[in-house]
């Protein structure tokens, strides 16, 4: 809704830094790149937003959800956004209706944009969730108030020869309440500070372990956590959170906020249906998603849970022996190893596309919800092999995906 109230008038879009876990959400969600972010900060550029809240929905703590009535020459430049630990206070702004036929501001600030857009899912994954999951808590916990959990397991979880070094970390949280569902986040607050003396933001991390505990029964979850020593490109570089987790020891603990993620979540009705498709640490909210299942097979009625796992060979591959043991007439497991010896590279787009018939009747089973998480790069090759998958078929794929879409079937958690 930024966009004009009058010529001297701007509600100005902004972001609360204090609640912002830097997931990118609003970034990616943007239509019209009015986002943009550096080490420290995510802003909003008040030239180019015009208020079509696209990004509102799918952040998952709220902190996208701020708003400013100023005067437009006094607009909040992305120089002073950058530099702020918190939001500002609300400024007086002197509104003459007779010069600007403006309204006043709490009746503004209840009112869409006149020529603003309307708000539409322009990302390509669900903004909703399933119809039947179970009510989310979210931002229990924030930077101001942080829970502190305790560190009752810390295990290696990939090959210790191999250069990926990613860990399993199970938390407890004593008597404080941290409700969580599969599919959600939390933040974790890592010690010290960053160049400038600030202290370091939160990182975010999937839940790995379902509602009921990673110890049934337990107030406790789990999250995969991958050491980072390299960025993409591969310079060095040490990760602050990553490596300040994989190095924790049993008693030693954490600064958790959240719990975050209100749409990747899993349904809760009977015969329900999972495709699952990840690669590496993304593999984390589809442990927890297939656990929760497995511990519900005494009831019956589970619908089928078809995974596409991802990794460079089988020692890397996160999980892979406690995989391995799964029932086949569980789960339906295709792995996808791009650097294994002597084999040919594959990737889980190229499985899917070798599985065409039965990814083709899952998804157009109306009980059928799917779930993509890993990096960013995975994201256009399994939308693509959707698409192909589809259309080879002879159905419409834009029609089939929009109606995921807007079931809440669809759900991509790339980064």
């Not at 080490?39 to 902190?63: D, L, Q």
């Not at 890592?190 to 110890?215: F, I, K, M, T, V």
Request: hydrophobic fraction near 35%; charged fraction near 20%; include cysteine.
């Amino acid at each position: 809704m930024n966009a004009p109230l009058s010529s001297e008038l701007l509600k100005q879009h902004l972001i609360d830094p204090e609640i912002c876990i830097r997931c990118n959400t609003c970034e990616e969600t943007c239509p019209i790149d009015a986002i943009t972010h550096d080490g420290r900060n995510y802003v909003v550029n008040a030239e180019i937003c015009n208020g079509c809240m696209a990004c509102v929905p799918p952040c998952p703590t709220g902190s996208i959800d701020n708003w400013r009535l100023v005067a437009r020459g006094d607009a909040y430049s992305l120089d002073e956004q950058f530099s702020w630990d918190e939001l500002p206070a609300e400024k007086p702004v002197a509104v003459d209706a007779r010069a600007t036929d403006a309204p006043a501001p709490d009746a503004v600030a209840a009112q869409p944009a006149e020529d603003a857009p309307a708000a539409v899912p322009v990302a390509p994954g669900a903004i909703v969730p399933p119809w039947s999951a179970a009510h989310p808590y979210v931002n229990l916990y924030s930077h101001k108030t942080p829970v502190e959990a305790t560190v009752v397991g810390n295990y290696r979880v990939t090959d210790a020869d191999t250069d990926s070094d990613i860990h399993h970390i199970v938390l407890d949280f004593g008597q404080l309440p941290f409700p969580v569902l599969e599919g959600q986040s939390i933040g974790v607050l890592p010690p010290g500070a960053d160049a400038q003396g600030r202290a370091h933001h939160a990182r975010q991390y999937s839940l790995a372990s379902p509602r009921n505990g990673e110890r049934p029964g337990y107030n406790n979850l789990s999250i995969t956590v991958k050491r980072v020593t390299q960025t993409h490109d591969g310079s060095p570089v040490n990760g602050v959170c990553s490596n300040y987790l994989c190095d924790l020891a049993k008693g030693d603990t954490v600064r958790v906020i959240g719990p975050f993620g209100n749409t990747f979540l899993m349904p809760n009705h009977p015969r329900a249906n999972l495709m699952m498709i990840c690669t590496g640490t993304g593999a984390a909210p589809m442990r927890a998603m297939t656990e929760h299942c497995r511990r519900r097979i005494a009831e019956g009625e589970l619908g089928e849970l078809m995974l596409f796992f991802g990794a460079r060979t089988e020692r890397e591959l996160p999980y892979f022996g406690p995989l391995m043991k799964l029932p086949r007439d569980f789960i339906d497991i295709n792995l996808a190893l791009s650097r294994e010896p002597e084999r040919p590279r594959r990737y889980v787009q190229d499985l899917m596309r070798e599985r065409a018939a039965d990814v083709l009747r899952l998804l157009t089973q109306g009980d059928t919800y799917v779930y993509v998480c890993g990096l960013k790069g995975m994201e256009s090759g399994v939308l693509q092999a959707l698409q192909d998958i589809v259309a080879e078929a002879g159905h419409d794929w834009p029609g089939l995906a929009d109606r995921l879409r807007r079931e809440g079937r669809l759900h991509l958690e790339t980064y």
